[in-house]
């Protein structure tokens, strides 16, 4: 019986099950060369010897044992056990099966039962099979017969397993485990890390030879930890191993069958065929069957692998005897992936190959270039593709190039390769019309990312460049997602709110699994849209779809986008929850995107200005919208044209009607329903109620098209306008009808910013206060009125937010002058010099419009920008 290794592994939870199997008729260790089988069971024998329990061990160095050598050695250890068996007989069949019975009575008088280990004999012909079964199942019990072997024998497994008279360990089982490849380094004197022994593990697959190899190098090596990322199966010990004990043993044929799909990782139906020919399939299920280090895929019957050591020397045995070869097997797998729709694999084989211009093509032709764009990597397409080399002149190539460029925010450097691009595009080529319809959906973005003029046009290109692919683009509803994406921008920035809208809708339509943050952020747009319109309702529902669709996606958990927060925002100040408005308005701003965007910009900073009114900052909120349209960002377009009417709006809450009705008329008059609104209410200061009378019929003539907060405020002037006309009746007819345009939506803040005789006939009137009670205290008395003043508001800091949020760097120094280190000790704390730290707190200062670090410190906490 063979001795266990010097150094042996203790593993319990094996011995356990060959304990286990101890009271079974039959044990089968099947798994390949080198798992261990031989020095598990050599240990497990040693552990029963020692308790006085012994075991008959024999050992065969050939595989192909005749029955006339086996049967005298199985005799000769048994009888060494205390066998009483029979004596020799003829060479015949009659005296054979004699044989048999005699031994199985012979066994089944044994007091004890007998072990008998047969290591390296493959039962492999019914003959030995069969006796060896007699054996089983007529010597009542008293045989145990643990079988060692890298093939299974031709026994009736599934009988055996169907009365539950086998214990079975095979490779899944005999393979390490992380706990056990831990010991066995520990053994070798070796020490690295828990992160090195995951890694170790998972490369070796657990296998014995593999790990007691790969220890021997740890061992050699000065930097064990770096050592175990560089171990592969194509060299060393591992690679002779490997040799001698696989390949060696495989015909010719099977060996070239196994060089041939060793260019993937993963072997499927199909693909199996198209590498190795069409018995490929049936050969690897015998390897398979046979413990040759090739592995089903669990849950996909007909799937197959091999261990990664063995995969690393067929490789380099195929890039040795056939480079050409093996540059053709890799075109034939990435070919047939892309055929399947299997991008990210048809680009990892040729990215493996170092084939740049077939990866690239696979992506421009199969109009991935959107998958680039927005950084979507779950299959390693992005990790490959930034693998290409800058010298690749292909124009597939470039546009790949371009596309990444763009991802990492490099316009300059995507710009050249799209220059590039152009200047190699063949027109008459087949591939020129795929290429340039990817390299215009680059083009799109990056003008969109450099506020290019021509975004607008670019992307009605884009647009129209779509719907003639509708087929291959049916495959990639990404790049609708995208191309509408930045239509809306565009749109929305020339004032094209319905518009915009329907391009928001179409790309919410075309988003899927995988591009929720772009969807998300959509979702968002669409919620601000509706805010603005009056759609209260529904842009509350679509901020909830937004914060669900970027928790989804995993984005930072502060809530949904900022337009969806600006939106939410707005809701809540509609609605006259002033709280709730202030929340949305803070977590908006904690998001750095929200400073680039010039809508986001123009309509932060109005939801803003409002809650400074509501809280008698008029003053302040009139100076942070006029700001916000001298920010850089905010250069014109419609994120101007909401600002100048809501400056124009606080002039009359300001009491200066004219220097409202100016900034009014400066945009057109009473074009746009909102400005017509604002231009109403200074008529109404001005007592110009021709002029009133003049907004309210420009509003109601725009009907549905108008926001609902226009529509409501046109009703309420009417009334005021009534009221002056001495109708009572006509204003309460007009106050109702408002009052039903607004239920719906909640929308409170017309109410509480009508005119005051309008809302003393809504308090007064005890049926119409009664019927509108979701109106709560919008309705008071009748008196309330919103504080004016000219000067300062008080202490205000706790409702202003800044225009421009913070950076990460300078929210972590803010956080340190929180804890009152001086400037040094900030620049020792964060590894900058100090003159970094000043910069950053100069920038602070002025993005909270303060003068003085405490004064920062408290108005920052003040914006839960951090901890109280």
Aim: hydrophobic share 45%; glycine share 8%.
């Amino acid at each position: 019986m063979p001795r266990p290794p010097r150094r042996y592994v203790e593993r319990p939870r094996l011995s356990k099950r060959l304990d286990s199997g101890a009271e079974l008729p039959l044990t089968l260790v099947s798994a390949p060369a080198g798992s261990g089988k031989t020095a598990l069971v050599a240990a497990w024998a040693a552990q029963r010897a020692a308790a006085g329990h012994s075991t008959a061990w024999l050992t065969f160095e050939e595989q192909d044992v005749p029955a006339a050598r086996f049967w005298p050695q199985v005799l000769e250890a048994l009888r060494r056990q205390g066998v009483v068996l029979p004596g020799a007989r003829d060479d015949t069949a009659g005296a054979h099966s004699q044989m048999l019975t005699e031994l199985a009575t012979a066994l089944a008088k044994q007091a004890d039962p007998v072990t008998l280990v047969l290591d390296g004999y493959e039962l492999a012909t019914a003959g030995d099979s069969s006796g060896i079964d007699f054996l089983l199942r007529h010597s009542d019990q008293r045989l145990h017969v643990l079988i060692l072997t890298r093939v299974d024998p031709v026994l009736p497994l599934h009988r055996y397993r169907l009365a539950g008279l086998v214990t079975e360990v095979r490779m899944a089982d005999l393979a390490f485990t992380e706990e056990e490849t831990a010991r066995l380094v520990q053994q070798s004197g070796v020490s690295i890390s828990s992160d090195s022994i995951a890694a170790l593990t998972r490369r070796t697959r657990g296998w014995a030879v593999g790990l007691r190899f790969a220890t021997m190098c740890l061992e050699s090596s000065d930097d064990p930890d770096a050592a175990v990322t560089q171990l592969a199966g194509d060299n060393g010990n591992i690679a002779e191993y490997l040799t001698a004990e696989v390949l060696r043993t495989q015909s010719a044929k099977v060996r070239t069958l196994l060089l041939r799909t060793s260019v993937v990782d993963v072997l499927q139906p199909g693909l199996i065929e198209e590498l190795g020919g069409p018995s490929a399939g049936r050969t690897l299920a015998s390897l398979a069957a046979g413990n040759v280090l090739v592995e089903h895929l669990p849950d996909h019957p007909g799937w197959y692998r091999y261990h990664p050591f063995l995969r690393d020397l067929l490789r380099a045995e195929l890039a040795h005897e056939s480079p050409r070869l093996r540059r053709q097997l890799h075109k034939k797998a990435g070919d047939w992936y892309a055929r399947q729709g299997l991008l990210e694999s048809a680009v990892g084989v040729a990215s493996a190959a170092e084939a740049w211009s077939d990866a690239s093509a696979y992506v421009v032709e199969h109009l991935a270039i959107g998958e680039v764009l927005l950084g979507k990597d779950s299959g390693g397409l992005d990790r490959d593709l930034r693998k290409m080399p800058s010298d690749i002149e292909d124009p597939a190539a470039g546009v790949v190039r371009a596309a990444l460029a763009l991802a990492d925010r490099d316009t300059a450097r995507c710009a050249n390769e799209l220059e590039r691009v152009s200047a190699s595009l063949v027109p008459e080529a087949d591939n020129d019309h795929t290429v340039e319809l990817a390299a215009g959906i680059v083009q799109t973005v990056r003008s969109c990312v450099v506020d290019d003029p021509r975004t607008g046009m670019l992307a009605d290109r884009a647009e129209q460049e779509l719907l003639r692919h509708q087929e291959k683009v049916a495959a990639h509803p990404e790049l609708t997602l995208l191309v509408q994406a930045i239509k809306t921008r565009c749109l929305l920035y020339d004032g094209e709110i319905a518009r915009a809208r329907a391009a928001l809708a179409a790309a919410v339509g075309a988003a899927t699994p995988g591009y929720e943050s772009l969807a998300a952020t959509c979702l968002g747009y669409l919620a601000l849209i509706d805010s603005y319109q009056g759609s209260l309702r529904g842009a509350y529902e679509w901020a909830a779809q937004s914060a669900a669709l970027a928790e989804r996606a995993g984005l930072p958990a502060d809530g949904p986008p900022p337009a969806a927060e600006i939106a939410l925002a707005r809701v809540s100040i509609e609605r006259d929850d002033l709280r709730a408005g202030q929340e949305h308005v803070r977590a908006a701003m904690r998001s750095y995107d929200a400073c680039d965007e010039p809508v986001l910009q123009a309509q932060s900073a109005i939801v803003q200005a409002r809650l400074l009114q509501a809280r008698g900052g008029v003053d302040e909120a009139l100076a942070l919208v006029e700001a916000a349209a001298d920010h850089p960002g905010v250069n014109g377009g419609w994120p101007t044209h909401p600002l100048q009417i809501e400056a124009a709006r606080l002039k009359v809450v300001q009491g200066e009607p004219d220097e409202a009705a100016r900034l009014i008329e400066e945009l057109g008059g009473c074009g746009d329903a909102i400005g017509a609104l604002v231009l109403g209410q200074a008529q109404l200061q001005r007592r110009n109620w021709a002029g009133v009378a003049a907004s309210v019929s420009a509003i109601l003539a725009q009907g549905n098209g108008a926001p609902l907060q226009a529509t409501v405020g046109a009703r309420l002037l009417e009334a005021a306008h009534e009221l002056h006309r001495a109708q009572p009746a006509r204003a309460r007819a007009a106050l109702n009808r408002a009052l039903q345009l607004a239920e719906p939506e909640e929308l409170r803040r017309p109410f509480v910013e009508a005119p005051a005789a309008v809302r003393q006939l809504l308090a007064a009137g005890t049926d119409l206060a009664g019927r509108n009670g979701w109106l709560g205290s919008a309705i008071g008395d009748g008196r309330r009125t919103l504080p004016v003043r000219n000067g300062p508001a008080g202490d205000l800091s706790h409702l202003e937010p800044h225009i421009e949020p913070l950076t990460a760097k300078e929210t972590e120094v803010l956080g340190h002058l929180s804890e009152l280190l001086t400037t040094e000790e900030i620049a020792l704390e964060m590894f900058v010099s100090v003159n970094t730290v000043r910069t950053h707190i100069r920038n602070i200062l002025r993005k909270l419009a303060v003068s003085r670090r405490n004064e920062a410190v408290r108005r920052a906490r003040a914006l839960s920008l951090i901890p109280a």
